[in-house]
């Protein structure tokens, strides 16, 4: 009896550790699948939250930053702002109801139908809002919704608003440049650094452009006050360095915001100064001259027949206030004279005079890095008559830019030199420079520029540049209005070059159909893109470390040697 109790208890007590054993081992293989679980779905979101790419965009280029960009005395016009932008995670909502009614506390404007859509399913990201406040990121944490999260991108943000806008241009909500400068910066260096990696959440060197935004403030709101004081429906400028090609100013009317990219797509918001050709009228008698003057047709001395229009078929080319009389070659640049012009173009030549523009540029796209660019419209060829309307800028249709171009060579001694919007140097620019006229055509030149500002159509921007030596040329150009010229409907410009004893700075304004300002003013150049001309230049030459000076001999100076005026 004993023993057999013995015996029984001892099996149930290898029972019993049979069933203990195989309890322990039915648990650690339970733990082993609860760890596999765990780790199978930490490995699937880690490939979530790694995934390079976010709605068909690499996301290191949605975090990719950009380098500031600068004026030429380190004024910021450009810089990234980090900012957070709100995704979801579909396959990680819980309770897709609850989220769409939570996050439309946060953000009513969402719409409820396209939010339940965007947070259904089982992808890994979609985006819910780009580019939010830190206030509304705090808000939408604080509902703790899993599945519902941020991701830090770079904004760009332009401090000047619009007052830079053309030169700038604007970036997508993606930070990509899409126009001006910013566009022309991912063709080259801030796309090989993304390529590269190194501008995720990195410091870039900085961008140094040659603009000042001191003048580009001045220029800027000059053309606002010419809007409104002359009704205009546009206006722009430019200014230049002549011996660098820096671009110390660029604004052009209506803009945008580059703040809001939008704002861009409103019409007539281009760029004017690179996207826009002209007629520009008799800012280009300027040029004409000064080539015939280089090509040794006509000198400083000669005298022109003025008395009579000059007769193309049945076609009668006459001037505006005509003198009606011998003029000689200061005469028919102070007085704007078209018949003058086009017999100082007949000695040169319209085969030569046709080639010489070419010389200049004037028939190719400036070289410039600017996107918004526009190829001019001149004949390959001219006859006779396209030659001679071309002499005074009617029939031909150049830029604003290729006229500040033309100028600066005119002034600077002869040389062409490429425009440029980044910062440079003389001595690099020199190594640029092609010469397209004789440095005693180029003095000639300054001389008649600044004689047209003391006795002719610039008198009004002497006026209000007095003391600074500036000197330039009008021009009134008639747009065509159903086909034909409207003398009613004209586009002016003045051309203008200072200080001119001893120049550096060249500037071309326009103002698009003006009325005229009073009774007593017309709606010629003169009195509008003159007079707003000689304004700049007061109010930007002291920034240049241009003092005024009114003494006579300056002037004198300027008179070529032998000439008697």
């Known amino acids: 009896m ?235 400028g430019v200014m230049m360095d002549i011996y660098s090609g820096e671009i110390i100013a660029l604004a052009s009317l209506p803009d945008f915001n580059p703040n809001d990219p939008a704002s861009a797509l409103v019409k007539d918001t281009f760029n004017r100064v690179t996207a826009g050709i002209f007629e520009v009228g008799s800012i280009f008698k300027t040029v004409t001259i000064a080539g015939a003057l280089d090509a040794g047709a006509v000198t400083l001395s000669d005298q022109f027949d003025a008395r009579f229009g000059v007769r193309f078929g049945r076609y009668t080319i006459s001037d505006f206030r005509g003198k009606n009389r011998i003029l000689s070659l200061p005469e028919v640049y102070k007085y704007s004279s078209n018949i003058g012009t086009i017999r100082v173009m007949q000695a040169m030549g319209s085969e030569n005079f046709r080639a010489y523009l070419s010389e200049m540029g004037l028939d190719q796209r400036v070289p410039f890095e600017l996107p918004e660019m526009r190829l001019p419209s001149v004949k390959t060829a001219f006859s006779e008559v396209e030659a001679a309307t071309a002499s005074f800028g009617h029939g031909l249709s150049v830029s604003m830019l290729h006229m500040a171009v033309a100028y600066s060579a005119i002034a600077n001694g002869g040389n062409y030199v490429p425009p440029t919007l980044y910062k440079r140097g003389i001595a690099d620019a020199e190594a640029l420079y092609r010469p397209v006229l004789s440095t005693q055509t180029s003095n000639a030149m300054r001389y008649l520029m600044r004689l047209n500002a003391l006795e002719g159509s610039a008198s009004q921007m002497n006026k209000a540049a007095l003391g600074y030596r500036a000197g330039g040329k009008t021009g009134t150009a008639e747009k065509v209005v159903d086909g034909r010229y409207s003398s009613s409907t004209v586009t002016n410009f003045f051309a203008s070059v200072f200080p001119l004893d001893n120049p550096r700075y060249a500037m071309i304004i326009m103002v698009d159909e003006p009325k005229a300002e009073n009774p007593q003013s017309g709606t010629t150049a003169g009195w509008n893109a003159g007079a707003m001309s000689g304004r700049i230049i007061q109010r930007v030459a002291p920034m240049l470390g241009i003092a005024p000076d009114f003494s006579e001999a300056l002037d004198q100076a300027l008179v070529p040697a032998g000439l008697n005026p």
């Not at 322990?24 to 609860?34: D, E, K, N, P, Q």
């Not at 339940?116 to 809002?129: I, P, Q, S």
């Not at 400068?181 to 995720?200: C, F, K, N, P, Y």
């Open 2 to 236: 004993f023993a057999s109790e013995v015996i029984s208890i001892d099996g149930a007590r290898k029972q019993r550790g049979s069933i203990t054993s195989n309890r322990i081992r039915w648990m650690v293989f339970a733990i082993v699948i609860g760890f596999i679980a765990v780790g199978g779905r930490l490995i699937q979101l880690g490939m979530v939250e790694t995934d390079q790419s976010i709605e068909g965009q690499a996301r290191d280029v949605i975090t990719a930053t950009r380098p500031p960009i600068l004026d030429r005395n380190g004024l910021e016009m450009a810089l990234d702002i980090r900012v957070p932008s709100l995704f979801a995670e579909p396959r990680r909502i819980v309770d897709i109801e609850e989220a769409v009614q939570k996050l439309r506390t946060v953000l009513p404007d969402l719409d409820e139908a396209w939010l339940r859509e965007r947070l259904t399913g089982d992808r890994g990201f979609v985006w819910l809002r780009r580019e939010l406040t830190p206030a509304i990121e705090e808000q939408v944490m604080r509902l703790g919704l899993p599945g519902i999260d941020f991701i830090t991108e770079s904004k760009r943000f332009y401090p000047a608003m619009n007052e830079a806008s053309h030169i700038l241009g604007s970036t997508n909500v993606d930070n990509q440049g899409i126009a001006g400068i910013e566009r022309q910066m991912d063709t080259e260096a801030v796309a090989l650094l993304q390529d590269l990696g190194l501008a995720r959440g990195n410091a870039l060197t900085p961008v140094e452009l040659g603009v000042d935004m001191r003048v580009q403030h001045a220029m800027y709101t000059e053309l606002q006050d010419a809007m409104t004081r002359y009704q205009a429906i546009a206006a722009a």
